[in-house]
């Protein structure tokens, strides 16, 4: 089972529409990070979110952590082709070890 | 800047063929790890490293190898290659393990077993 789950597993919008993606985990949260990843590409690093409520934005891109839902949100605002992408979640879970897990992706497409 | 650096991008081996993934990495990171994704599944953990000379399993370790000799260096090894570990490996590293430090993430090692 996936410890953390992205929700939808993929997205088509049309260039200029908002979007937003979720992540959940089904463990207690310490830090979440928002990555994305081009076709053939490595992950670039978007985000990172720390403590319960906190909210940080890149250009436009905004992200917002959860705790109490062990949720977090990545919201695009008026979607761009630049957008288009695999977006993952990845978490650190305290397991003892501190393993990072990630979740399974979105894959958003922007059509013109 | 470099960054983290795998080689090769592509290869393809017969079942049965032993192989070594190469990652490095410039930035005096301590800590490195390996994952791979497969679709549907996201990425999965293989092993990782805490510094040189310590090394542990991560989700999915069955059929690999590691050794971290240096701080910079981190590769991984397919003892006997099987058509399971057909997948796009990431190496990825962090100057510590933590709450606060985002990995950073090299291009990929994309492997086909045939």
């Known amino acids: 089972s996936q410890e953390l789950e992205q929700s939808p597993q993929s997205l088509i919008v049309q260039e200029g529409k908002n979007l937003t993606i979720n992540c959940t985990s089904s463990?207690?949260?310490?830090?979440l990070y928002w990555y994305k990843q081009k076709y053939g590409e490595g992950l670039i690093f978007l985000m990172m979110?720390?403590?319960?409520?906190e909210e940080k934005s890149h250009e436009k891109i905004t992200a917002k952590l959860d705790e109490k839902k062990q949720q977090s949100s990545l919201h695009i605002t008026a979607s761009q082709p630049s957008h288009a992408g695999i977006y993952l979640c990845g978490a650190v879970i305290i397991q003892g070890a501190q393993k990072l897990v990630f979740g399974q992706g979105t894959r958003l497409t922007i059509n013109p | 800047n470099a960054g983290v650096t795998q080689t090769p991008k592509f290869q393809v081996l017969k079942t049965g063929q032993s192989m070594t993934l190469q990652c490095a990495q410039d930035?005096?990171?301590?800590?490195m790890s390996w994952y791979r994704q497969d679709p549907g599944m996201g990425l999965r953990l293989i092993h990782y490293s805490v510094g040189a000379g310590i090394t542990d399993q991560g989700e999915v370790p069955n059929g690999y190898n590691v050794s971290r000799s240096t701080t910079e260096d981190f590769p991984l090894r397919l003892l006997s290659a099987a058509p399971s570990q057909t997948s796009v490996y990431f190496c990825?590293?962090?100057?510590?393990?933590?709450?606060?430090?985002?990995?950073?993430f090299g291009d990929g090692t994309r492997l086909s077993i045939l």
């Open positions: 990825a590293s962090s100057f510590r393990r933590g709450f606060n430090q985002p990995q950073h």
């Open positions: 463990k207690t949260l310490y830090g």
């Open positions: 979110l720390q403590k319960g409520g």
């Open positions: 930035m005096n990171h301590e800590y």
